[in-house]
C-alpha cells in the first residue's frame, strides 16, 4: 500500500515562503506521477501542480505559475512543493496524491488512488 505523508504547513504572512514535502516510501512501480492539491474552506479541492516520471514538463494551475514550484529527489520517493510569494488566497489544506501519470488532465483529482492527509496552510497577517 502506498502512503504519502505530507509536512511543512504552517503559519506565513502575505510574501512569504513555505516548501512543502509529499514522502511516499514504499513507491510503487508503475505509479510515476505526484501531484499537489488544496481544498480551502467551502471550497472544491484544486489541482495545484503535478510532476511525473518520463512526463516532458510540469504542470501548475494558473493562479500559482511563476510562484510555486514543484520537484523531487534522486530517489523519487519525496516531491516538494516551493510556495513563494504567498497570497492569502492561498490558504487552504495541501494534499499530494499519486497516480500513473500526471498528463494534460493532472488537475482531475479522480485520476489519483492514493492521497495523503494533508497539511494546512494558512497565509494570514
Known amino acids: 500500500q502506498v502512503q504519502l505523508v505530507e509536512s511543512g504547513g504552517g503559519l506565513v504572512q502575505p510574501g512569504g515562503s513555505l516548501r512543502l514535502s509529499c514522502a511516499a516510501p514504499?513507491?510503487?512501480?508503475?505509479?510515476?506521477?505526484i501531484a499537489w492539491f488544496r481544498q480551502a474552506p467551502g471550497k472544491k479541492r484544486q489541482g495545484v501542480s503535478c510532476i511525473g516520471i518520463g512526463e516532458p514538463m510540469n504542470y501548475y494551475a494558473d493562479s500559482v505559475k511563476g510562484r510555486f514550484t514543484i520537484s523531487r529527489d534522486n530517489a523519487k520517493t519525496t516531491v516538494y512543493l516551493q510556495m513563494n510569494s504567498l497570497k492569502p488566497e492561498d490558504t487552504a489544506v495541501y494534499y499530494c496524491a499519486k497516480a500513473e501519470r500526471c498528463g494534460t488532465r493532472w488537475y482531475i483529482s479522480s485520476n489519483y488512488d492514493y492521497w495523503g492527509q494533508g497539511t494546512p496552510v494558512t497565509v494570514s497577517s
Open positions: 514504499g513507491f510503487t512501480s508503475g505509479y510515476n506521477g
